[in-house]
């Protein structure tokens, strides 16, 4: 077949496996670096939150005492909040595409590696649930007696305490635990104790923190006797935050190096990666596929069978005259 420009283009006949197992790059690397990446954006935000707590107990006589808008207070809470709503989004949004890469990449290790994996995913799950839960039990105590008035029920506030408390806890040993499981049995031996020091060090700090606040309590209760300056003070103010920042830098702190050494270790291949094995892929089938060759700027037709030559047909000759008869005579005694 010839195209507009003259040129013979042909069908050339290539072959190629149809359902051969592919070969792809393992999902358990991409997966420890997203980890790395949010683990280290969640540093920023335990930073910011030490300095607020620190910025919170040395300011908060000035909090609870003033009966007009403290601007500069105002600014910063303002400011602290959404630094750490804007960071913590994307704390979440990595470390949920990493550990997506984790889950996908299971069986790339051991089948105890596969099922650590499993329960990790269950463990993110339950986290996600108990503070949504949690939230809503939060909220409904605290309309029950809103900061911005005078008289206050005190008991709401050690309730408030007590139920975050009890959330924050829980969330933060199925998310330690989370963590800690993808890279049990991967990680240097001679790390196992940190492993499991940040993993009693993050579950504890919930409980450290609620106490620091039921300690402050009864004196932020006094101090939220103004409309305007209740605004800048909660149950967290002060000491809670700042301890809660230190902890949490110390916990993952450690967990930023684990991961890091696992990601070490795979990169120098004292961990290796492994793929399901060939018996599970489909079998290989080569068929031939029939490819035609593009000519860029020119249409493609399929290619066709050559015309074959048409033959003429003969004419009969008419019956000659006197035959005719003698023809049909023949004709009837045959009959």
């Not at 930023?256 to 060939?278: E, M, W």
Request: glycine content about 8%; aromatic content about 12%; charged content about 10%.
């Amino acid at each position: 077949m010839k195209s507009k420009a003259g040129l013979q283009m042909q069908a050339y006949p290539m072959y190629g496996p149809i359902g051969a197992p592919f070969q792809k790059e393992p999902n358990s690397p991409k997966g420890i670096r997203w980890c790395v990446i949010a683990f280290a954006i969640y540093l920023g935000v335990l930073i910011s939150q030490i300095l607020y707590g620190v910025w919170g107990a040395v300011n908060i006589d000035s909090l609870g005492s003033s009966s007009y808008y403290n601007y500069s207070a105002m600014l910063m809470v303002f400011a602290y909040t959404a630094v750490t709503v804007i960071l913590e989004i994307l704390v979440l949004v990595f470390y949920l595409i990493g550990f997506g890469y984790l889950y996908g990449g299971r069986n790339e290790f051991s089948p105890n590696h596969a099922r650590h994996v499993n329960v990790a995913m269950g463990l993110i799950i339950a986290a996600i649930a108990t503070t949504v839960v949690g939230s809503f039990i939060i909220m409904a105590l605290q309309f029950q007696s809103p900061f911005y008035y005078s008289h206050m029920d005190p008991g709401v506030f050690y309730a408030v305490v007590a139920a975050g408390a009890v959330m924050n806890t829980l969330v933060a040993a199925f998310t330690v635990m989370a963590i800690v499981l993808p890279i049990h049995g991967l990680v240097d031996q001679k790390y196992d104790r940190h492993l499991y020091l940040a993993a009693g060090l993050g579950t504890a700090t919930p409980g450290i923190v609620s106490a620091f606040a039921f300690w402050q309590l009864p004196s932020i209760i006094d101090r939220l006797t103004d409309s305007y300056s209740s605004s800048y003070l909660s149950t967290s103010t002060g000491w809670p935050t700042l301890i809660a920042g230190a902890f949490g830098l110390v916990t993952f702190l450690i967990f930023l190096q684990l991961y890091r050494n696992v990601s070490t270790r795979i990169r120098d291949g004292q961990l290796k990666p492994t793929h399901p094995p060939a018996s599970q892929a489909s079998p290989v089938v080569w068929i031939p596929v029939q490819v035609v060759p593009m000519m860029p700027g020119y249409p493609t037709y399929p290619p066709y069978a050559p015309a074959q030559p048409v033959v003429p047909q003969q004419p009969v000759p008419p019956p000659e005259p006197g035959k005719q008869g003698s023809a049909q005579q023949t004709e009837q005694k045959t009959q």
